[in-house]
């Protein structure tokens, strides 16, 4: 123990608007939020007015169930930013609710040697200045 | 599907030029890029005001440092050139749609002599303090917010495109079981062509084991993987066929061009993350030709990172897509002698990251019997050249 506590790891954070705060704000309320349409439920991100399916214009933030799987990774080694310590993963994970639904995160609660693609993850939020980041920790299920 | 009218062929590429190329020579970027710019119009043999377009990528931008710094506006004041068409910037199928759209322009009849112009000084805006996020741009510290794309990258400590492609290169690795040292052999190869390159930045020898033993920058992509940052510029002239009876040598055709994105716009929500625009732009340039894979007698794809060069390989068709790998291996395409001579200036893994520019120069020089102690020793006719990465991507289809 020591009684100063590390340097949290720089972050560069997301500008807030209208148009993303469904997703940026939602760890606040532990939900991970994506633009749906009314119409034809097609799932919408990056967020846009209109379903590119129907064309609907009718779109509405709307929570998915936090599961995911990694569909690919890499281990970055680089130091990129201050405080930032590789080695992290950084994932794209796609989303059980849509094939093709995908994000951009990091993976985390395992070692960087654990991640595999395939990996079943769920959610986990981090908050930063009153933003919430999603990132995705392992279920600890077996690969499917 | 054919297109009614293949109007590229109306151009050709009269003239090309470089600078002095190198790291860390600190040299006015707008310095660099006159010295292209006159190498390229006197090498068309053509002069100033013969030319009446100006085309560039990405245009002037401030950051990342050294990515550009020279724009459309800079080049056509300093040599106060009379201009009936120009256009700069990012938003272009990679770092050859500003050539692609020199050659519409020609084809169109906007413009006779198109220079066009790519500029970097990454090395010396880098200084001493290693490589940043060259291809990003911001995030660093501060009230930065990130926006618009970068705001799904950046905050999870992803900013460069060494990342990004990692993750495509991952997902090959897994469905197709491509391998490092299979990967290596586009770092390798660009290495032995960069010997016989005086203006290459790295000319010593590299094995395997040297490739295999070098530090990981995002698995699995290592420093070798990974082009070198540098100084330089590059030019050519982009002119239309019937305004250009007087150059110097006959100047090399284009026969196709591939600019096409047929999958999302994005890195991360592109329909299949191993391959790339690359697919949709190779793809898109032989519905332009009767020529075929087999007729290409050279190949100068883009290598930003390694992986990218692989994915060329199968996008264009010297391989079924998946098998990258186990072409790479075999060794056939590369050596000078053999079957596809690949990036035989060395790349920009070698050679510098000229950015995209520097295959389409090479490409020029080998059509031309030019290239010095690289030339292949049987002159290539039918040259490929394309650049880009992730969802930007154009390619070109050159003769003799």
Request: with cysteine.
């Given at each position: 123990m020591t009684d100063e506590a590390p340097p949290r790891p720089f972050r560069v954070l997301p500008a807030v608007t209208p148009d993303n705060q469904h997703f940026w704000l939602g760890g606040a309320e532990g939900e991970l939020r994506f633009l749906r349409c009314a119409a034809c439920g097609y799932w919408i991100h990056p967020p846009a007015p209109i379903c590119p399916i129907c064309l609907g214009r009718d779109v509405h933030p709307d929570a998915v169930s936090g599961r995911a799987a990694v569909h690919t990774f890499t281990v970055n080694w680089q130091p990129w930013y201050p405080n930032l310590d590789p080695p992290y993963v950084v994932a794209i994970v796609e989303l059980p609710e849509q094939a093709g639904l995908r994000l951009t995160t990091n993976i985390v609660g395992c070692q960087p040697d654990e991640v595999a693609i395939g990996m079943p993850v769920r959610v986990t939020f981090e908050e930063r200045d009153g933003i919430w980041l999603p990132f995705f920790e392992p279920t600890g299920e077996a690969s499917p | 599907m054919r297109a009614a009218e293949i109007g590229e062929r109306k151009a050709v590429i009269s003239g090309v030029g470089q600078s002095q190329i190198g790291r860390r020579i600190y040299r006015d970027p707008l310095d660099l890029t006159i010295d292209a710019a006159l190498a390229a119009i006197g090498d068309a043999g053509l002069t100033r005001g013969d030319i009446d377009g100006l085309a560039t990528y990405p245009g002037n931008m401030k950051t990342p440092p050294g990515f550009s710094g020279v724009g459309i506006t800079e080049v056509h004041d300093a040599l106060r050139l009379d201009l009936n068409w120009y256009a700069g910037g990012l938003e272009a199928p990679g770092q050859l749609g500003s050539v692609v759209g020199a050659i519409a322009a020609v084809a169109t009849g906007l413009a006779d002599h198109v220079l066009c112009f790519r500029t970097v000084w990454e090395a010396s805006a880098q200084g001493d303090q290693g490589r940043a996020a060259v291809t990003t741009g911001g995030g660093g510290g501060g009230s930065y917010r990130a926006t618009d794309f970068m705001q799904w990258t950046l905050p999870f400590g992803a900013p460069s495109a060494a990342n990004w492609i990692a993750m495509m290169a991952q997902r090959h690795f897994h469905e197709f079981g491509t391998t490092r040292e299979q990967l290596a052999q586009v770092a390798l190869n660009g290495r032995r062509n960069a010997a016989r390159n005086p203006n290459a930045i790295y000319r010593s020898p590299m094995t395997l084991?040297?490739?295999?033993?070098?530090?990981?920058?995002?698995?699995?992509?290592?420093?070798?993987?990974?082009?070198?940052?540098?100084?330089?510029?590059?030019?050519?002239?982009?002119?239309?066929?019937?305004?250009?009876?007087?150059?110097?040598?006959?100047?090399?055709?284009?026969?196709?061009?591939?600019?096409?994105?047929r999958g999302r716009p994005s890195w991360?929500?592109?329909?299949?993350?191993?391959?790339?625009?690359?697919?949709?732009?190779?793809?898109?340039?032989?519905?332009?030709?009767?020529?075929?894979?087999?007729?290409?007698?050279?190949?100068?794809?883009?290598?930003?990172?390694?992986?990218?060069?692989?994915?060329?390989?199968?996008?264009?068709?010297?391989c079924a897509h998946g098998e990258g790998g186990p072409f790479l291996e075999a060794g056939r395409p590369m050596s000078s002698g053999g079957e596809l001579p690949l990036n035989t200036h060395g790349g920009q893994l070698s050679a510098g990251r000229l950015h995209g520019y520097g295959f389409l120069h090479e490409a020029c020089v080998q059509l031309w019997g030019e290239a010095g102690d690289r030339q292949l020793d049987q002159r290539p006719e039918v040259a490929v050249a394309a650049a880009g990465g992730g969802p930007l991507a154009a390619s070109l289809l050159l003769t003799a």
């Open positions: - | 084991d040297d490739y295999l033993s070098i530090r990981m920058v995002s698995t699995p992509l290592c420093l070798y993987d990974c082009d070198v940052p540098a100084d330089g510029s590059t030019a050519v002239i982009v002119s239309r066929a019937d305004a250009a009876p007087d150059l110097r040598r006959p100047p090399v055709r284009v026969e196709a061009v591939g600019t096409a994105l991360d929500q592109f329909d299949d993350l191993t391959t790339m625009a690359t697919r949709d732009a190779a793809a898109m340039m032989w519905e332009r030709t009767d020529l075929t894979p087999a007729d290409v007698d050279v190949a100068e794809l883009y290598d930003g990172f390694s992986f990218i060069t692989l994915s060329w390989l199968e996008a264009l068709g010297f």
